[in-house]
């Protein structure tokens, strides 16, 4: 859209031409602005220049009726009657656009050519005689003077419809005043970007000498009566921000209006200006907990930051649906919106239908309304509502009628009447939200305190207006935040089971599989959300493991048994402890067996049920009992109160206006507590943006690169690296030469767009339909959901292809599919009674059952968990104990003569019982006595290596049996289940026991890869303590074991129950190698990229890095001072230390060592040591000491593996690469000749940590023969190696000690695993 703005006519007044450029091919987007005259240098030298971030306002604009319209209406009106005075056109009568400064103060002082600027908008204003139009010709185009000038206007601010948005009712002369009013529009350009109006009309007397914008002086009057003016005349003063900061620019333009209506008309513009210069100078808050506070007297006005990146900036009543509708009407219209129905909002009051409508879209955060947006239609776009497409919109409720009769299949939602209707006679096919998830909704809403004055009856009068309404601000918090939450408790319990059916390796959602699971009378919800763009995002952020809100308060909810249910590789079943509470019907047995139809089918149609709520004409009764709402205490905040401005606006009072702000910033940042990083890195972001205005780029940048330390969340990216490229060639050398500004100007201005775009698809599991290789057989299954890990696939794909041709065809696969699921339906719909439920654990699954055979104790059926065997007996159901499997001592298949036939039979036999349990299973019984010893092989290595991982495994393989044989139905078919007897075959293979010293000191294992492809070997381990934090929940104050794998993944378990307590922290891509714990809230991790990396103990998110390492970091030592701010000591491969003070995260001192290879630091008697490879060097001070490799090791080459202190002993433990001898040095004497301590069939040594008094070295090493991983424990006292462990299948990379009591050891990529061992 084009704007000019032509002279004529006086000083000020000027016409305003507006129109939509149109060549070849229909209306395009506008040409680019071209200043004439002396600018058009100054433009080419803006177009290097970079346009800073906008600040609140876009634009704002003056509306009302046209001059021509205003003669001689006081006479028409006392003619006719003050009963018929006739309605007007509105249009735009001025724009106010940044920036405000005069052109002839020219760039702010000092700024240089460097400095960063936006293309000027200027205010304009209707020229007084209007042009009149020719025919055919549309707007004329007139002379340009000299003096003319093109203004560009904000994209998706349409002019020619924000005179009908701004007056949607029309624009009425009044025969009396009215009170002012303020409505909200939401605008939408053509690319989707929303922005936010907020609208105030205002009515002022029909006077020649006030209402005539004719840009002359007039003397002043005093505001007359009715009876005296006849009729008074409606304006609008809109405010167009890019955020929805609705509350806060109503409170402005209502200060705004008490000047206005005092004011002489040629006053108007320049109070409307300064009014927009003001509100575009102040920038939008970061996010985070700091508010900006804004002095518009009377009132002050607060403009409240966004919760977090993720998260939308609320700034209105999030109950005011609440009270206009009952709980379940907001249910309906949620549900409306997320099966993306055509919806119209009505209402008598033009600011209920953008408040309300959006209310209802952060109910729905983080899930996005991505459809046309409307709130406000005036009469004449009543049309739009006949679109096909989804929408939401909203019209006047005198409309009501007409569009109910017009349109088809809309869903009519009254906000007056609280009502949800349609559009038709024929409802609109709206299904009903899960019942479970509505009935906890309901409660919950009607637990809320809605009414505020409840709440205040024993408080007094306030009598201070601003601390007033503080205090209603502090109660809107409150309330804000429980209906946020309980509205996000409403999408988790209706969303949380998708995660059961992702497939994150290769994006893809089982969408079949997941409506099997859901209830018959949910499926028509289901059916429709799972087809909209809304539902499609959400599963992009789910498969790309977004940490948003709805992730948070998933995880936070999670039940002990779904964290671990969350990890394990067995398939999912219902536990005991869930069962009860299961209420199976017939219908949904019955839908049970129905849906095991294959994907890529014809849907088959299930039972009808009857709806909950037929129509949306029909009321959903009232719950009864309450559900109080969790208390949710909305996060402390913090108010920055923004300096005043400075008229007239010239350069000089803008840059001192930058300067207060500086000023005020500096000051706040220098009384903040050393540890409070969340508000000083949001001053850092105000700061350095207020500096970038100001031009000075150098000290914008410092305080960037002091944000990209404290909060990599708010870190401005773009606007940096474009900061960067714009600055000047001395002034970007300049910058280049600061060590802190070179690594961020390199991190910046890596161009992310070179790189291949990540594949955020959302696939759908489909049947193969063509023959399949190993590969493509493992992605299939992987995609599928039964088994993610590779070497259990393999096996299944020996299995399936026995006898034939590495190819499997599409139905072979398709059958072993439906065997599977069938499995998986009828486990979940087992029911056992109550009086088996007894005998049972509450963590016990039934993963199979057999059909009914005779046994030596009665008929039944075989079941099988996950710990024993028990027969269900027939007739009256009853439990009849067989054995667990930790018991079991012989299992044989066998037959027995039955009359003249020979009946293949089970045998078992258990251990502390004579009595053998036989059953005549028939066909089923050499599947059977697979399945039975491979669970038996299982329980047999989960107990010898303390790994329940093992069983899960085993039942793993069963089901796998089960399926493989059901699929192939031929007569080899048991044997080629035999494929998949890993573990049986391991005991029968090598039964190789565990060592009994090992037995003894290991406790448990565990598996940080569970849950992935392959295992992943454990790079770094660090134990933190638990502590009591008042301010914490009580998971966080437990103890943590931290992981770190590869590609830096970090996975958190609780260690005083050995659970996964967070799955995954991203830090960087690149391999770790250390981790130290500073503070109790701080994990440091050091990376291979040359990052630390800070983990926040709390939120388990990394925010904060520090990049003043060049290298790979691979050493972090914390040190303590007695009443000093905590130091962290960081080493890189380079030779560079660190010292960093952790309360402000810079760096106090670094010093350098020669020769690099510096692998490991220790800190000691007020001395640094230092591991270098071939030498270890002791720096105190500026005195350096030296033990390097000498003599003793030239039998090969060779280097300083790891080294450990001994203080009580005085000594230095170290360890050298290709050498099986661990030698001991006196701190007193290094150099004379070390001891040695030889470790018998030792391999290679790769790490060592001191216990109490002992020394633990973990390497790899030969055990019967064959290679392992082996630890090694010294007696530091006597040197003596006093246990040789056999700790892994693969090679100990990492160890360390939980508070003395139990030492951990991660093993390489072969296993995985985690051993945790007890310290004696």
């Not at 005069?102 to 200027?122: F, I, N, Q, V, Y």
């Not at 949607?168 to 109006?197: I, M, Q, W, Y």
Request: charged letters at 20%; proline letters at 7%; hydrophobic letters at 40%.
């Amino acid at each position: 859209m084009v704007v000019r703005v032509e002279p004529g006519g006086g000083a000020v007044g000027r016409r305003v031409r507006v129109g939509v450029w149109a060549g070849p091919g229909g209306p395009r987007r506008p040409s680019p602005v071209r200043p004439e005259g002396g600018e058009a240098a100054m433009a080419e030298t803006a177009s290097q220049h970079l346009a800073l971030p906008s600040g609140l306002l876009e634009l704002c604009a003056l509306l009302g009726p046209p001059r021509d319209s205003l003669r001689g209406l006081e006479q028409v009106a006392q003619r006719r009657g003050a009963q018929s005075l006739p309605c007007l056109d509105p249009e735009v009568l001025s724009v106010f656009a940044p920036p405000f400064v005069s052109r002839e103060d020219g760039p702010p002082a000092g700024a240089g050519c460097g400095t960063l600027s936006k293309a000027k908008r200027r205010s304009f204003r209707k020229k007084r005689e209007k042009a009149k139009a020719e025919p055919g010709k549309g707007l004329p185009e007139g002379p340009r003077g000299p003096d003319a000038e093109d203004v560009s206007v904000p994209n998706g601010v349409d002019l020619l419809a924000l005179p009908q948005l701004c007056f949607p009712g029309g624009l009425s002369v009044a025969s009396e005043p009215k009170e002012d009013c303020v409505h909200f529009l939401v605008l939408t350009d053509v690319c989707g970007n929303r922005t936010h109006g907020v609208v105030a009309q205002y009515y002022r007397p029909l006077h020649d000498e006030h209402c005539f914008y004719n840009g002359t002086p007039h003397w002043e009057s005093s505001w007359p009566t009715a009876s005296a003016a006849g009729c008074f005349v409606p304006f609008a003063v809109c405010v167009v921000s890019r955020f929805p900061y609705y509350n806060a620019l109503r409170d402005c333009l209502s200060c705004l209006l008490v000047h206005l209506k005092l004011c002489k008309d040629f006053e108007v513009d320049k109070h409307i200006k300064d009014f927009a210069a003001k509100l575009s100078l102040i920038p939008s808050p970061p996010p985070g907990p700091l508010h900006l506070v804004f002095n518009v007297k009377p009132l002050q006005v607060v403009f409240p930051s966004r919760a977090d990146p993720e998260s939308p900036v609320i700034d209105l009543d999030l109950h005011l649906p609440l009270l206009c509708f009952r709980p379940e009407k907001v249910l309906q219209v949620l549900t409306c919106l997320l099966t993306e129905q055509r919806i119209v909002f009505f209402s008598a009051s033009w600011a209920l239908l953008t408040l309300v409508a959006e209310c209802f879209l952060v109910y729905l955060h983080p899930l996005r309304w991505q459809h046309t947006f409307v709130p406000v239609l005036s009469g004449q776009m009543l049309d739009f509502v006949m679109a096909p497409t989804s929408f939401l919109m909203g019209c006047h409720l005198r409309h009501f009628e007409e569009v109910s009769k017009e349109a088809d299949g809309l869903v009519l939602v009254n906000i007056d009447a609280g009502s949800v209707t349609s559009s038709s006679d024929e409802d609109v096919d709206v299904p009903d939200i899960p019942l479970l998830a509505a009935q906890t909704f309901v409660q919950r809403v009607q637990s809320l305190q809605l009414h505020r004055e409840l709440d205040l009856a024993h408080l007094g009068a306030s009598t201070d207006l601003n601390a007033g309404r503080t205090r209603r601000r502090a109660w809107q918090q409150q309330l804000n935040s429980q209906i946020q939450h309980l509205t996000l408790q409403l999408l988790v319990s209706v969303f949380r089971e998708v995660r059961n059916h992702l497939n994150y390796e290769h994006r893809v959602f089982n969408s079949e599989e997941f409506l099997k699971t859901r209830a018959p009378s949910d499926q028509r919800f289901y059916k429709q959300v799972l087809d909209t763009y809304m539902f499609h995002s959400f599963l992009k952020a789910r498969l790309s493991r977004r940490m948003d809100a709805f992730a948070e308060l998933d995880l936070s909810t999670q039940s002990e048994e779904d964290r671990i249910d969350g990890v394990l590789v067995s398939p999912r079943r219902p536990t005991m402890g869930k069962t009860p509470s299961r209420k199976p019907s017939p219908l949904r047995a019955a839908h049970r067996r129905m849906v095991v139809s294959m994907p890529n089918l014809q849907d088959i149609a299930v039972p009808e049920l009857p709806p909950r709520n037929a129509s949306l004409r029909d009321d959903i009764p009232r719950g009864r009992g309450s559900s109080s709402v969790v208390d949710v205490s909305p996060r402390p905040t913090y108010t920055f109160k923004i300096p005043e401005v400075h008229f007239p606006l010239v350069s000089q009072c803008v840059q001192a206006y930058y300067s207060d702000w500086v000023d005020l910033l500096s000051k706040a940042m220098s009384c903040l507590a050393p540890d409070n990083s969340v508000l000083l890195a949001r001053y850092f972001y105000l700061r350095g943006l207020v500096r970038l205005m100001q031009g000075e780029l150098l000290d914008a940048l410092l305080d960037f690169q002091s944000l990209y330390k404290t909060d990599l969340r708010i870190f401005p990216a773009d606007l940096v690296r474009r900061t960067v490229q714009s600055m000047a060639g001395p002034t970007r050398a300049q910058a280049e030469c600061r060590p802190e500004l070179r690594r961020l100007i390199s991190e910046v201005l890596e161009q992310p767009g070179e790189a291949p775009k990540a594949d955020d698809r959302v696939k759908h599991f489909e049947l193969p339909s063509k023959h399949m290789g190993l590969d493509e057989f493992v992605r299939r299954v992987q995609e599928s959901g039964i088994v993610r890990d590779v070497n259990t696939i393999s096996r299944l794909f020996e299995a399936l292809t026995v006898g034939q041709q590495k190819l499997i065809d599409p139905e072979t696969f398709k059958d072993f599919y439906t065997c599977w699921k069938e499995t998986e339906a009828e486990a979940q719909e087992a029911t056992l009674p109550a009086s088996v439920l007894a005998h049972l654990d509450k963590s016990e699954c039934v993963f199979k059952l057999s059909r009914s055979v005779k046994t030596n104790r009665g008929v039944g059926k075989i079941a099988m968990t996950q710990k024993r065997l028990f027969l269900l007996t027939e007739g009256k159901p009853g439990y009849e104990h067989i054995t667990t499997f930790r018991d079991l001592e012989e299992v044989r298949s066998t037959t027995v003569a039955v009359l003249f036939l020979r009946v293949p039979t089970l045998k078992i036999k258990t251990a502390f019982k004579k009595e053998v349990f036989e059953a005549n299973l028939k066909s089923e019984c050499d599947l059977w006595h697979l399945m039975v010893k491979e669970m038996w092989a299982g329980k047999t290595l989960a107990d010898d290596h303390k790994d329940p991982q093992y069983v899960q495994q085993a039942l793993t393989h069963v089901l796998l049996m089960d399926a493989v044989v059901g699929a192939l139905q031929s007569p080899g078919a048991v044997y080629a289940a035999s494929k998949l007897a890993h573990f049986d075959k391991m005991k029968s293979e090598m039964p190789t026991a565990v060592p009994k010293t090992t037995a003894e000191t290991l406790r448990h294992k565990i598996n940080p890869s569970a849950g992935e492809t392959v295992p992943q070997a454990v790079d770094v381990l660090l134990y933190t303590p638990g502590h009591l934090d008042p301010a914490e929940k009580v998971s966080d104050a437990h103890p943590k074991l931290w992981c770190a794998l590869h590609q830096g993944k970090v996975v958190v378990f609780d260690a005083s129950s050995w659970t996964i307590h967070q799955h995954c922290v991203r830090v960087g891509a690149s391999k770790l190698n250390c981790m130290a714990m500073a503070e109790q809230n701080q994990v440091w991790v050091g990376s291979e990229d040359s990052v630390i990396y800070i983990i926040n103990t709390h939120s388990m998110s990394c925010n904060k890095q520090l990049t003043d390492h060049r290298a790979s970091v691979t050493g972090l030592v914390v040190q303590d001072g007695p009443g000093a701010p905590s130091q962290v000591y960081s080493c890189s491969v380079d030779g560079t230390i660190l010292v960093w003070n952790v309360g402000t995260l810079r760096v106090t001192s670094r010093f350098q060592l020669p020769g690099g290879g510096l692998s490991a630091i220790s800190l000691h008697g007020g001395c640094l040591w230092c591991c270098t490879g071939n030498s270890i060097v002791v720096v105190s001070g500026c005195l350096r000491q030296e033990l390097k490799i000498d003599g003793a090791f030239q039998e090969r080459s060779t280097c300083f593996v790891a080294f450990q202190l001994v203080p009580e002993q005085a000594q230095l433990w170290a360890v050298c690469s290709g050498y099986d001898d661990v030698y001991v040095w006196g701190l007193e004497d290094l150099a004379g000749p070390p001891g040695r301590v030889h470790l018998p069939d030792c391999s290679e040594v790769h790490c060592m940590i001191r216990v109490k008094r002992q020394i633990w070295v973990g390497g790899t090493g030969l055990s019967q023969g064959r290679p392992k991983g082996k630890i090694y424990v010294i007696d530091a006292e006597r040197r003596t190696v006093e246990k040789e462990l056999v700790a892994h299948a693969d090679a100990v990379r990492t160890l360390c000690s939980a508070e003395g009591r139990y030492v951990l050891s991660g093993s390489g990529e072969e296993e995985g695993k985690i051993a945790i061992w007890t310290v004696e």
